[in-house]
């Protein structure tokens, strides 16, 4: 009996992180602008805890431990490639561009240029909270770094963002219309 509960666990987890790998993505990619890469970095993610789902006290925290997971994959990809990687956007070339969507387009590829000009410590912070919307406790424990540094990082990245948006709307490139993200 034990054996068929263990397994009806084992695969309820399963479905559980499947339902998650879309926003880990989204999150692994922002930090490498990269589909292959982000793409292995979710699935090593998986791996992981996939290997040590037994060290996962409660169900509740999952996310969390997902997300610190994966952020410590990136960080060991970062170690093994040496801290001064060179990122750049690979583009989708197999998706079609709409006259209607250039627009949007454009403002979507200045945001993602913007980001990707922040440090990396405040890239981890700002796209833990503005792409997957965790809370500052829970990116504070994903991050492992007191709740004030994350409130200070995330306000010094989104400051950082906001100049450079405006920049680029003061060059004529975008039109000005920032929104305020909670």
Excluded at 15 to 39: I, P
Excluded at 86 to 109: A, K, R, T
Excluded at 129 to 152: K, L, N, R
């Amino acid at each position: 009996m034990k054996t068929i509960k263990n397994l009806f666990a084992a695969t309820r987890l399963k479905q559980e992180f499947a339902d998650r790998r879309n926003k880990l993505y989204r999150v692994a990619y922002s930090w490498c602008h990269n589909t292959a890469l982000a793409d292995d970095l979710v699935q090593e993610t998986m791996l992981k805890a996939m290997k040590k789902a037994d060290s996962l006290r409660d169900q509740a925290t999952l996310d969390t431990w997902l997300y610190r997971i994966l952020l410590n994959n990136w960080h060991d990809y970062l170690r093994v490639q040496g801290r001064n990687v060179e990122l750049f956007d690979v583009g989708d070339d197999s998706q079609p561009e709409h006259v209607d969507n250039y627009q949007q387009s454009q403002i979507v590829g200045r945001v993602r240029s913007s980001i990707e000009r922040l440090p990396m410590s405040l890239r981890e912070v700002v796209t833990l909270a503005d792409f997957a919307g965790f809370s500052y406790a829970e990116i504070a424990e994903i991050v492992d770094i007191p709740i004030g540094t994350v409130m200070s990082r995330l306000f010094r990245a989104r400051q950082n963002l906001k100049k450079q948006l405006l920049d680029l709307a003061g060059e004529g490139k975008i039109p000005v219309k920032l929104l305020r993200v909670k």
